[in-house]
């Protein structure tokens, strides 16, 4: 890979936290995830941790992996993480980051990779979008609903 692959210093898809925010990769962030070798936290929530990896094998590629924090792996938390993966696997749409691989750590960690794609991070795009009104917003919640294929959504979507 060349070194134009990589992110620049002014990569929008990085989340700034401070040093106390988050655990940093290789805290209790394993180095490696089966042939992904993690290279920096992006961002962080309450369920988990998201960090841009490598791919080395079968192809080089980048990724973007999520990994459930080590405090909810036995708990409620596992079960959502999991139905979380579970729908991001089953959605196909040109906005939505395609799930590419799925597993557990050795410490029993779940875990799933997806396409890494950069760009700005939601948490600064969603504020100008709620300013959207709602023919203009309708047409996108209609396609995230439709990309989940569930008859609920397609329900919901056709009802308008």
Request: glycine share 8%.
């Given at each position: 890979?060349?070194?134009?692959?990589?992110?620049?210093?002014?990569?929008?898809?990085?989340v700034?936290?401070?040093?106390?925010?988050?655990?940093?990769?290789?805290?209790?962030?394993?180095?490696?995830?089966?042939?992904?070798?993690?290279?920096?936290?992006?961002?962080?929530?309450?369920?988990?941790?998201?960090?841009?990896?490598?791919?080395?094998?079968?192809?080089?590629?980048?990724?973007?992996?999520?990994?459930?924090?080590?405090?909810?792996?036995?708990?409620?938390?596992?079960?959502?993480?999991?139905?979380?993966r579970?729908?991001?696997?089953?959605?196909?749409?040109?906005?939505?980051?395609?799930?590419?691989?799925?597993?557990?750590?050795?410490?029993?960690?779940?875990?799933?990779?997806?396409?890494?794609?950069?760009?700005?991070?939601?948490?600064?795009?969603?504020?100008?979008?709620?300013?959207?009104?709602?023919?203009?917003a309708?047409?996108?919640?209609?396609?995230?609903?439709?990309?989940?294929?569930?008859?609920?959504?397609?329900?919901?979507?056709?009802?308008?």
């Amino acid at each position: 890979m060349s070194s134009s692959d990589w992110p620049d210093d002014d990569d929008l898809t990085r989340v700034d936290h401070g040093a106390d925010d988050v655990p940093a990769p290789g805290g209790d962030a394993p180095a490696w995830i089966g042939p992904y070798r993690l290279l920096e936290l992006l961002g962080s929530g309450g369920m988990g941790e998201v960090y841009l990896a490598e791919q080395t094998r079968p192809v080089e590629r980048k990724v973007a992996i999520k990994l459930i924090r080590s405090e909810r792996r036995e708990s409620v938390g596992r079960a959502m993480f999991e139905v979380e993966r579970a729908l991001l696997a089953r959605m196909q749409h040109p906005y939505i980051a395609q799930v590419l691989d799925a597993g557990e750590t050795e410490a029993g960690r779940p875990w799933f990779a997806m396409e890494w794609v950069q760009g700005e991070p939601i948490l600064d795009y969603v504020p100008s979008a709620m300013r959207w009104s709602r023919p203009r917003a309708w047409p996108c919640s209609c396609a995230c609903a439709r990309a989940c294929s569930t008859p609920t959504s397609a329900a919901f979507c056709t009802a308008t």
